[in-house]
């Protein structure tokens, strides 16, 4: 395989890493969240203090029980600029905009958070993971919400009786 062919499968790979977060951050799946991490990650998210490894990173992620609890009733992250500021054979760092939308328990009020991920992530095993991260707040409001599923009732497949394609 040519070398720009495996920078542009690379890219993906990471591009792939990043979605499956912000995608399984939505839907409650911790397992997929830590996943995207390397075990000893070192983490920052804001207002809150640096977390060293991916248990601690986890503990912090308040998201997960916000949803279980109905505190958020709907949360989603919409990935928007991505720059890939550098990228070796193993080694790659990132810098994401994303906007985050959290619906409160009632479903009056919207959250919306402008958030910016700077990420270094490394090659481990063959799969690119996630080995340091800042996540920073640039702007939040609040606004008045018309519609919002219940976390519970969100369709997170197909019903079994939609066509497939096969």
Known sequence: MSNSVIYLRDRADIHDVLMRYFNAADSGRKDLVRNCFTEDVTAQYEGRPQAHGVDALMAQIALFDNLVSGACRVSTHFAGNLVFKSQTEELAETEHNVFAFL???DGTTVLARSLRYLDRLKRVNGEWRIFAR???????CEMPCTFARAFAL???DFPA????GR
């Open 103 to 105: 619906v409160n328990s």
């Open 161 to 164: 009786d939609w066509p497939t």
């Open 154 to 156: 969100k369709a997170r």
């Open 134 to 140: 800042l996540h920073t707040l640039d702007w939040s």
